[in-house]
Nanobody, 134 residues
């Protein structure tokens, strides 16, 4: 049974940093695709960053490029989202999701792929709140 569990949210002043963790277990193969998503208040959920684990590619939404970094600890089956330079507009419920395949390469050549990527993920965590204040 696949399980996805997030941790690490909290409140931080603008300009600060947080690191989110996502524990993924239960896949029959070792390298699932894992993504971080967020739902800001009153808005739709969208992707933030995606990683094809096992040394594969990473992808970032334009809004977080240069500030957020997704990484993996394959031995511990944990995916991290390091968030630096946080802004009030980063305030959202953050979700981790996993799938044996995830989005194919073609998705990332389209515009605003971060609005569509969630359709390709099968397993979701419960979410962790991130609040950024001025």
């Amino acid at each position: 049974q696949v399980q996805v569990v997030e941790s690490g949210g909290g409140s931080v002043q603008a300009g600060g940093s947080l690191r989110l963790s996502c524990s993924v277990s239960g896949f029959t193969h070792n390298h699932p695709c894992v993504g971080w998503f967020r739902r800001p208040p009153g808005r739709e959920r969208e992707a933030v960053a995606i990683i094809h684990t096992g040394g594969g590619s990473t992808h970032y939404a334009d809004s977080v490029k240069g500030r957020f970094t997704i990484s993996e600890d394959n031995a511990n089956k944990t995916i991290y989202l390091q968030m630096n330079g946080l802004k009030p507009e980063d305030t959202a419920m953050y979700y981790c999701a996993a799938d044996s395949e995830g989005p194919g390469p073609a998705m990332f050549f389209g515009g605003a792929w971060w609005t569509e990527a969630q359709k390709t993920f099968s397993y979701w965590g419960q979410g962790t709140q991130v609040s950024v204040f001025d």
